[in-house]
């Protein structure tokens, strides 16, 4: 697992601001996933206070009373991203007793403000690095404890961060369905169930190191056929095997009902067919 994250998008802005902690905590363990947050200065939603910069809000962690409080990242309301804290140690960004399963991502906000739209898509795009790092799934969390996207509410009951915009009367709420769905969007990385005309495949997309881009695998249902390739996005997703093959699908990704066109047929296992053969995929993780 890597300790200090890059996103290589040149749109989203992150930077490296270390908190370090004057009492030790200890290491993230088995990170099960991700834990969001909206930072809500002030003593109420009724009164709140000033926002601070990343920069603040690095200082603000190093000089708490509370010597290990901390989140892993911050995003920003222009949609910079700080990380405070390396993945392999933990944030006490739940409070105590301090929960060493999940990184914990803060959003710079008010109380029950609505997120920037630069904001949650640079929340999602840090989203589709840690997924590849840790392995969850873009998922809402079913409780605390599994794995998944979570929020605060959903590990203490009586806490106002996210209200209205991360959960709303025990629903996930607007903000947090759309940078899970943005996320979804952005990247292949998973397994995805594939018809390339009237052919069942299954796909696992890995990550690279630049994360828009990586390693590819394809099988046949049985597990009889295989083989492997690559993927990049650009303006669209193209997959290229090693047979020869080249599918581009389009971009940005849709979950449950993913459109594509085979482009040029190599050697193997789509018979005798060729160009512009439909795709349809959906997620399977």
Known sequence: MTDWLKISDPTIKMVKLPVIHSEVLAGLTRPLGVVMHTTNPGTSCERPGKLLSLEESQNDFTGSSEPQRSAHFMVDRSGRIAQFRSLQDGAAHIGKPWNPRYVGIEHTAHCREKLEDAQMTASAALLTVLKSELGFSYVG????????????????????????????????????????????????????????????????????????????????????????????VDAKLRVDWANG?????????????????????????????????????????
């Open 245 to 285: 093959t080249i599918e581009e699908w389009n971009f940005p990704l849709s979950a449950t009902d993913e459109r594509g066109n085979l482009v040029k047929q190599g050697a193997g296992p789509y018979g005798s067919k060729t160009d512009k053969l439909n795709i349809i995929a959906s997620r399977m993780d």
């Open 141 to 232: 969390m079913a409780r605390a404890g599994t794995s998944g996207v979570g929020v605060h509410q959903q590990f203490q009951l009586n806490t106002s961060c996210g209200d209205a915009r991360f959960w709303d009367h025990g629903t996930f709420g607007p903000d947090f369905n759309t940078i899970l769905q943005r996320a979804a969007q952005r990247s292949p990385v998973g397994k995805w169930n594939v018809k390339v005309g009237e052919i069942g495949w299954i796909y696992t997309f890995r990550a690279g190191t630049d994360f828009s881009s990586g390693p590819a695998e394809w099988r046949s249902f049985e597990g009889a056929l295989t083989g492997i390739g690559s993927w990049k």
